[in-house]
């Protein structure tokens, strides 16, 4: 089981469209999601969390190193580059397409 969490400045707002947007993203690309599972939560409260997830995807600024790769979420809010980004979060966790 892969684990992402999202982060946005509240946990609730940008990080809940951003989780839903990678979600069928993912699930598009071919992407067994019960292979993959999602929280979401705020950046403050990112850094205690980081250790049990592998991957985190942010809809703000975070440049700090919080021991797993951070992405940023933007594109999932803009829709500009979200293709790559979501072919990212395949690449980082090794995720197999059932495609």
Same mark, same amino acid.
């Given at each position: 089981?892969?684990k992402?969490i999202?982060a946005?400045g509240?946990?609730? !707002? ?5 989780r839903n ?6 699930k598009?690309?071919?992407?067994d ?7 979401q ?14 991957? !985190?995807v942010?809809?703000g600024?975070f440049?700090?190193d919080?021991?797993?790769p ?6 999932f ?19 197999e397409?059932?495609?």
């Amino acid at each position: 089981m892969k684990k992402i969490i999202v982060a946005c400045g509240s946990g609730i !707002a940008t990080s809940t469209v951003a989780r839903n947007a990678l979600e069928e993203k993912l699930k598009a690309k071919g992407i067994d999601m019960t292979q993959v599972s999602m929280d979401q939560t705020s950046i403050p409260q990112l850094r205690s969390k980081a250790d049990q997830f592998d991957l !985190a995807v942010t809809t703000g600024k975070f440049t700090e190193d919080i021991g797993v790769p951070v992405l940023n979420g933007l594109p999932f809010l803009t829709g500009v580059g979200e293709d790559e980004l979501v072919q990212k979060v395949i690449d980082v966790l090794g995720l197999e397409s059932r495609k």
